[in-house]
């Protein structure tokens, strides 16, 4: 019922920005063709990315013209000025760089204090440093929201001067979406469905400047994908889907394609989302690898892209170059640099201890680094799925062939205790206590 419940939430906040967990690798990585959906999915999945809400009917079109006689001026967002000034702030926000971008935020926030656009990108800031931790740190959420109730509060100010200022429909409906999505992570289900519904709201209302911007179109090109993967892939919320519009894949692919190239403030965004559908959803790692690639070398010190790109090297086989950013990456996290945390030793240790057994054959430093896996899950709280119990699937079979028969059989209880009964790994856990 839990998972039923995130599901339900998690579609309307696919509307706007937020990061996705990252996918999980195999014990041994498959070719595509042999993935399997628990594969796909990942370590760090739950279903709770995925959601809807059943009370009301949205009807988003399909409108990217521009259209006609829309007083555009003051509207920061389309302000080419703003941006050439916003340039490097953007990219210091997603090279982690979270200091100079902010100066430059609030600069502009100085100068126009009345207008949402400088609360947002400071709340966009504080988003990406909940991140890096699978959205489990909690220390910045006081924070995060007040500056989307401000972004809020600034919007709907705009919005009651002109009910046609698409801009603030835009900032309203991000606004609501993103203290959305962090309620539903919260569990607090009764703001999160407020939000949520606000956010759909608003996103109908901007969808007639979607021919304006990039920035319009980027709600939309998510709404068009998950409207039809969600139905595909769990039929039990068809008929919950019923309220919403038809959506369309390929359309909604385009249009995020569009976003990602072209987009200024959602561009990174954009490509964020493109890099998941096409690494998890639709299962072509060939095509998400350039995607991926993008991101971790335009913005190096970006902890959560740099994993997600080994990730991705690691499903393609590109395993050197997988082995140079893992150890790119526990540099970083040894240095203390700002998102190299838990979430990410435990990717960049599992993949090489995976090469130091397989590619080296140093078993004693594939030990060490399935233990250092281990011990960077539990301290993000990842011990039901994943890294956590493939590495103790490893250390099993690894004490198992050494004939470490107290060794095994304290990993192999992991596995019991934490795996999916259904599993594989469960079976051949049982398996080995029963014998043993």
């Given at each position: 019922m839990r998972q039923l419940l995130q599901l339900f939430f998690s579609f309307l906040l696919l509307l706007l920005p937020w990061v996705a967990r990252a996918q999980q690798p195999a014990v041994t990585p498959p070719p595509p063709s042999e993935a399997t959906r628990s594969e796909k999915m990942g370590p760090d999945s739950t279903h709770s990315d995925l959601l809807p809400d059943s009370t009301r009917q949205v009807k988003l079109e399909n409108v990217d013209v521009a259209p006609a006689a829309i007083d555009i001026s003051g509207w920061l967002l389309l302000d080419k000025d703003i941006q050439t000034e916003l340039e490097g702030a953007v990219y210091n926000l997603y090279n982690f760089k979270y200091d100079k971008a902010e100066r430059q935020f609030r600069s502009l926030r100085r100068r126009y204090p009345s207008h949402p656009l400088p609360y947002f990108l400071l709340g966009l800031?504080?988003?990406?440093?909940?991140?890096?931790?699978?959205?489990?740190?909690?220390?910045?959420?006081?924070?995060?929201?007040?500056?989307?109730?401000?972004?809020?509060?600034?919007?709907?100010?705009?919005?009651?001067?002109?009910?046609?200022?698409?801009?603030?429909?835009?900032?309203?409906?991000?606004?609501?979406?993103?203290?959305?999505?962090?309620?539903?992570?919260?569990?607090?289900?009764?703001?999160?469905?407020?939000?949520?519904?606000?956010?759909?709201?608003?996103?109908?209302?901007?969808?007639?400047?979607?021919?304006?911007?990039?920035?319009?179109?980027?709600?939309?090109?998510?709404?068009?994908?998950?409207?039809?993967?969600?139905?595909?892939?769990?039929?039990?919320?068809?008929?919950?889907?019923?309220?919403?519009?038809?959506?369309?894949?390929?359309?909604?692919?385009?249009?995020?394609?569009?976003?990602?190239?072209?987009?200024?403030?959602?561009?990174?965004?954009?490509?964020?989302?493109?890099?998941?559908?096409?690494?998890?959803?639709?299962?072509?790692?060939?095509?998400?690898?350039?995607?991926?690639?993008?991101?971790?070398?335009?913005?190096?010190?970006?902890?959560?892209?740099?994993?997600?790109?080994?990730?991705?090297?690691?499903?393609?086989?590109q395993f050197h170059e997988c082995e140079r950013v893992s150890r790119d990456m526990l540099d970083k996290l040894g240095r203390g640099l700002p998102g190299y945390e838990a979430n990410g030793g435990r990717y960049a240790t599992y993949f090489l201890a995976y090469f130091m057994q397989h590619k080296y054959k140093n078993l004693d430093k594939a030990r060490d680094y399935y233990q250092r896996c281990i011990v960077f899950a539990e301290q993000n709280g990842e011990t039901n799925y994943g890294f956590y119990l493939f590495a103790n699937l490893a250390l099993a079979r690894l004490a198992a062939d050494a004939k470490d028969t107290r060794s095994a059989r304290r990993y192999y209880t992991v596995i019991l205790e934490k795996s999916d009964r259904k599993s594989e790994q469960y079976k051949e856990a049982r398996e080995y206590l029963a014998a043993k």
């Open positions: 800031s504080t988003w990406w440093k909940i991140v890096p931790t699978g959205v489990q740190t909690k220390i910045y959420d006081r924070q995060f929201f007040a500056y989307m109730d401000t972004t809020i509060t600034k919007a709907e100010a705009l919005y009651r001067k002109d009910n046609k200022n698409y801009e603030a429909c835009f900032f309203l409906a991000a606004g609501y979406g993103f203290d959305a999505r962090l309620h539903a992570e919260r569990r607090d289900w009764r703001k999160a469905t407020v939000s949520a519904k606000r956010c759909l709201d608003y996103l109908d209302k901007s969808k007639e400047a979607n021919g304006l911007s990039p920035e319009f179109l980027f709600g939309q090109a998510l709404f068009n994908y998950y409207a039809v993967w969600i139905p595909e892939n769990y039929p039990l919320l068809k008929p919950v889907l019923l309220f919403f519009p038809k959506g369309n894949k390929q359309l909604g692919l385009q249009q995020l394609r569009n976003v990602a190239e072209n987009g200024f403030y959602v561009g990174p965004e954009a490509r964020t989302y493109l890099m998941r559908i096409l690494l998890i959803e639709e299962d072509k790692h060939s095509e998400a690898l350039p995607v991926a690639r993008y991101l971790a070398t335009t913005y190096p010190d970006n902890a959560f892209f740099q994993r997600n790109y080994a990730n991705a090297c690691f499903r393609e086989g």
